[in-house]
C-alpha cells in the first residue's frame, strides 16, 4: 500500500529563486512547498503526499520560536493516523541545528527526514529536486521506522547528532564525521547500512515551554581576551560555549573569567572548533576545579542546542555533564 508522507517547509535554497542562472546571486525561501512538489518527476508515484508551509526563510534566521512550533506540529502529526512520515525541507546553513533539536523532543516510530539542497531551484544543476525525490524514498521505505529523524543530502542519509555541513561548495555539502552513515540512497533506492534502534522517549519534553535559555558561543583564538565572555554574560547568557582550539581549550584569561562565571552559576561547555575533535572531561582543562562541563565529540552548534534544552531541566553542571554523555 502507498504509504503517506506529509513534507513541512521551512524554506532555504531548496526553495530558492536565482534571478539570472549565470549569475550566483540569489534568495533563500522564495518558492511555497506545493511548487517544490510539482517539480519533481514521478514524485507522486512514491508515495500519496500532502503538504504545508510552516515558514519560508533562509535557515540563518530560524530561532527559537520557530523551533519550539516546528517541534509541536512534528508531535501532532506524529500522532496523526492518517500519516505514515514526515519530511521537512530546509536551508543547509543551520540543518544540522534544527534536526538535532527535533531529534531531542520528539519521539514516535515514524520517520521524519530532512533535506536541504546546495543550489536553488532555478539553477542549471539543481540539487533539490532529486534531493526530495530520495527523501520522500527514504521516509516511506520499509526501513525507516523506528530511526527518528534522518537528514538525507545528496545520496548519503545521516543521523542529527553526527551530521554535520562540512563544505559550502557542491552539493555534497555534509558529512557524519565521527558517526558514519545510517545509510545510502540511490534514485530513490535505499540502502541501510545498520539496524534500527529501539524507538524510546524524547530527551527532553517542551510541554510548557515558551522560549528556550540564552546560550552564546564564543570562538576561542591564539590569545583569546575575556571581553566577550564579560560581554554575553552581561548579556543575560545561562550558558556559554566555547568553541575552543584543540580539545576545547582556550587562554589562561578567558578560563579564568570563565571559572568566575561558572561560580556565579552561568555553565560553561568546552567543545571545540575542530571539526574532528574529542572533548574529554579533565584533559589538559580541569573541568572538575573550573566547574566546566565537556561537550564530547559535540560541536559547538549543536552544543548550544543541547545545553538550551538541558537548562530548562536542570542548571547542576554534573548533571548537565550526564546530559552531554547521553544525548
Ligand atoms: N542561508 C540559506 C539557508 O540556510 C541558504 C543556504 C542553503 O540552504 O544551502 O537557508
Known amino acids: 500500500?502507498?504509504?503517506?508522507?506529509?513534507?513541512?517547509?521551512?524554506?532555504?535554497?531548496?526553495?530558492?529563486?536565482?534571478?539570472?542562472?549565470?549569475?550566483?546571486?540569489?534568495?533563500?525561501?522564495?518558492?511555497?512547498?506545493?511548487?517544490?512538489?510539482?517539480?519533481?518527476?514521478?514524485?507522486?508515484?512514491?508515495?500519496?503526499?500532502?503538504c504545508e508551509q510552516v515558514v519560508n526563510i533562509g535557515s540563518q534566521d530560524m530561532d527559537d520560536a520557530i523551533w519550539l512550533a516546528l517541534a509541536r506540529?512534528?508531535?501532532?502529526?506524529?500522532?496523526?493516523?492518517?500519516?505514515?512520515?514526515?519530511?521537512?525541507?530546509?536551508?543547509?546553513?543551520?540543518l544540522e541545528e534544527t534536526a538535532y533539536f527535533l531529534s531531542l523532543v520528539t519521539a514516535s516510530a515514524k520517520p521524519m527526514v530532512m533535506v536541504g539542497a546546495m543550489r536553488p531551484a532555478t539553477a542549471i544543476s539543481a540539487d533539490g529536486p532529486g534531493n526530495l525525490y530520495n527523501g520522500v524514498a527514504v521516509a516511506r521505505d520499509p526501513g525507516a521506522p523506528g530511526r527518528g529523524t534522518l537528514l538525507c543530502m545528496d545520496g548519503e542519509i545521516h543521523r542529527p547528532r553526527y551530521a554535520t555541513k562540512t563544505s559550502t561548495m557542491g552539493a555534497s555539502a555534509f558529512s557524519s564525521l565521527l558517526g558514519g552513515l545510517v545509510g545510502v540512497v540511490q534514485t530513490g533506492r535505499v540502502h541501510w547500512l545498520e539496524r534500527a534502534p529501539p524507538v524510546r522517549?524524547?530527551?527532553?519534553?517542551?510541554?510548557?515551554?515558551?522560549?528556550?535559555?540564552?546560550?552564546?558561543?564564543?570562538?576561542?583564538?591564539?590569545?583569546?581576551?575575556?571581553?566577550?565572555?564579560?560581554?554575553?554574560?552581561?548579556?543575560?547568557?545561562?550558558?556559554?560555549?566555547?568553541?575552543?582550539?584543540?580539545?576545547?581549550n582556550m587562554s589562561g584569561r578567558a578560563i579564568a573569567r570563565l571559572t568566575d562565571a561558572a561560580a556565579h552559576g552561568v555553565t560553561v561547555v568546552r567543545s571545540s572548533r575542530v571539526p574532528r575533535s574529542?572533548?574529554?572531561?579533565?584533559?589538559?582543562?580541569?573541568?572538575?576545579?573550573?566547574?566546566f562541563v565537556a561537550a564530547r565529540d559535540l560541536n559547538p552548534a549543536k552544543s548550544r542546542v543541547l545545553l538550551q534544552l538541558a537548562l530548562t531541566a536542570t542548571n547542576d553542571t554534573r548533571l548537565i555533564q550526564e546530559v552531554f554523555e547521553r544525548c
Not at 533563500?28 to 512538489?37: Q, S
Not at 506524529?78 to 546553513?93: E, K, M, P, Q, S
Open 201 to 248: 522517549a524524547a530527551h527532553f519534553s517542551i510541554s510548557g515551554v515558551e522560549r528556550l535559555p540564552r546560550v552564546d558561543v564564543l570562538i576561542a583564538h591564539a590569545g583569546m581576551n575575556a571581553d566577550l565572555i564579560d560581554a554575553a554574560v552581561a548579556a543575560g547568557a545561562r550558558g556559554l560555549v566555547i568553541a575552543g582550539v584543540g580539545s576545547g
Open 73 to 94: 506540529r512534528v508531535n501532532d502529526l506524529a500522532d496523526d493516523a492518517v500519516i505514515d512520515a514526515l519530511l521537512i525541507t530546509h536551508g543547509t546553513d543551520t
Open 278 to 291: 574529542m572533548v574529554l572531561r579533565n584533559g589538559e582543562v580541569d573541568d572538575d576545579h573550573h566547574g
Open 1 to 50: 500500500m502507498m504509504r503517506r508522507v506529509h513534507l513541512l517547509g521551512t524554506g532555504g535554497t531548496i526553495a530558492g529563486a536565482q534571478p539570472d542562472p549565470r549569475h550566483t546571486g540569489y534568495s533563500p525561501g522564495v518558492y511555497p512547498i506545493e511548487t517544490l512538489l510539482t517539480a519533481v518527476p514521478g514524485l507522486g508515484e512514491l508515495a500519496h503526499l500532502s
